[in-house]
């Protein structure tokens, strides 16, 4: 019988008639989109996971699927392509820009291995290679968006406090930060293996590296000192260089100088003795002839710079005729 619904009031009854083969027909429509709702698809970047009574099923590529719906059958699809990023020391409130952020002191603050305290943030970058076991055995992976707490959070902090404690805070502060860098990320992907974490570190990035606020002033003034000294330092050395180099060309100039002068003196005095030993082979053969040959010679190459006077006297005569050949008047 159909069924009959009278509405009490002044209005008028009013009768709805429902029979049985509209509620079929309503369920049926139900279950369909029910069922329908078990269709997805997952992009050529990812990688879905079922679960079936929040056990693990399958893994699927990308494509279209068909799971049952919930709660019988459930899917997390998740890229295993995109890098996400974890914060130590700091959250970002706004991307910007400009970008906002806030300070985590209970998480930047750490020792240095000279006892030392010092700021450190720093940005990690990972990526899923396995999306199975990133998904059950990650805390805090379930959904990868939020990374602030649970596993990669806990490793990326505790790996950072080691690493760092193992340094000084001149090296933390200056050039040792691309160590630290490496270092970070090698002790960060040796804890995702051991936990079997499914997950591939990308980079480690030193957001911030600074002495706390209270003795930053203090700080500051000490690296300016060593700044200068590396300075005075490294302009010593360039002088050293210019300077050096300089002086030993000048000692080889000096030494092929004094080599040359002594191979030309050397040579002078051989050319001087052979010809002294020829001439004196020559007097011997004929001593007087050699006498005048000399004798005029000498002449030859001793009058031509000498004024000269030639005094003609006679028998008869009482005054010297002197006749100058000076050179000068000569011209």
């Not at 929040?54 to 049952?68: A, D, F, I, N, S």
């Not at 080691?162 to 001149?170: C, L």
């Amino acid at each position: 019988m159909p069924q009959q619904f009278e509405f009490p009031g002044k209005r008028p009854s009013v009768q709805l008639n429902f029979s049985p083969k509209m509620l079929y027909s309503v369920l049926g429509i139900i279950v369909g989109l029910w069922l329908l709702s078990g269709i997805y698809t997952v992009a050529p970047d990812e990688m879905a996971v079922v679960l079936r009574f929040g056990k693990y099923k399958e893994e699927v590529g990308p494509g279209l699927h068909y799971h049952l719906p919930a709660p019988v059958e459930m899917r997390f699809i998740r890229s295993v392509t995109q890098v996400y990023r974890a914060e130590v020391g700091f959250r970002t409130i706004d991307p910007g820009p400009p970008a906002r952020y806030r300070d985590m002191p209970k998480e930047s603050l750490m020792l240095t291995g000279d006892e030392n305290i010092v700021d450190v943030q720093v940005v990690v970058q990972f990526r899923v290679n396995n999306i199975r076991k990133a998904l059950f055995n990650v805390e805090g992976l379930g959904v990868f968006e939020r990374v602030g707490v649970g596993l990669v959070h806990d490793a990326c902090e505790a790996a950072l406090r080691q690493v760092i404690g193992r340094h000084t805070i001149a090296e933390a502060l200056t050039e040792g930060k691309m160590v630290i860098q490496t270092e970070i990320e090698e002790k960060l992907q040796g804890i995702f293996n051991r936990y079997d974490s499914g997950l591939t570190v990308e980079t480690v990035q030193l957001q911030s590296v600074s002495a706390p606020a209270q003795v930053d002033a203090a700080f500051k003034d000490v690296a300016s000192a060593k700044e200068d000294r590396e300075r005075k330092i490294n302009e010593a050395q360039g002088y050293q260089n210019q300077v050096i180099p300089q002086a030993r060309g000048e000692a080889q100039k000096r030494l092929k100088a004094a080599e040359a002068y002594t191979v030309e003196r050397v040579r002078t005095s051989q050319g001087d003795a052979d010809r002294f030993r020829a001439v004196f082979a020559e007097y011997e053969k004929a001593p007087d002839v050699t006498e005048k040959r000399l004798y005029i010679e000498t002449m030859e190459r001793v009058l031509p710079g000498m004024q000269k006077y030639i005094v003609e006297t006679g028998k008869n005569g009482g005054l010297l005729n002197i006749l100058n050949l000076d050179n000068k008047e000569a011209k």
